[in-house]
């Protein structure tokens, strides 16, 4: 199994920015996909990012593209969410999830195999 470990969740006012981070530990070793989710009040989880462990490609839903950037350091097996210019509809706890993979395919969308608990973002004004 793995574990997740979620940091840097808080409080900002509209344009400002925060860094989310997700430590994995446990047999992460088959990991594929590290990516970032959220869920605002009243609102299902939605996708956010994503990045492969191997290769670094990255993925973004269009309501991120330009002022979120993921990343990962292998080495500590943890995942960055970089968010520059955020707005009060970003609110929302955002969650860290890892996928390994599947006999269907990965997808960076998902399926996920290990949730984190979730860090909240709130976005003020």
């Known amino acids: 199994q793995v574990q997740l470990v979620e940091s840097g969740g808080g409080l900002v006012q509209a344009g400002g920015s925060l860094r989310l981070s997700c430590a994995a530990s446990g047999r992460t070793f088959r990991i594929y996909y590290m990516g970032w989710f959220r869920q605002a009040p009243g609102k299902e989880r939605e996708f956010v990012a994503a990045i492969t462990s191997s290769g670094g490609s990255t993925y973004y839903a269009d309501s991120v593209k330009g002022r979120f950037t993921i990343s990962r350091d292998n080495a500590k097996k943890t995942v960055y969410l970089q968010m520059n210019s955020l707005k009060p509809e970003d609110t929302a706890v955002y969650y860290c999830?890892?996928?390994?993979?599947?006999?269907?395919?990965?997808?960076?969308?998902?399926?996920?195999?290990?949730w984190g608990q979730g860090t909240q973002v709130t976005v003020s004004s």
């Open positions: 999830a890892v996928a390994e993979p599947n006999p269907m395919g990965p997808s960076p969308k998902g399926p996920y195999d290990y």
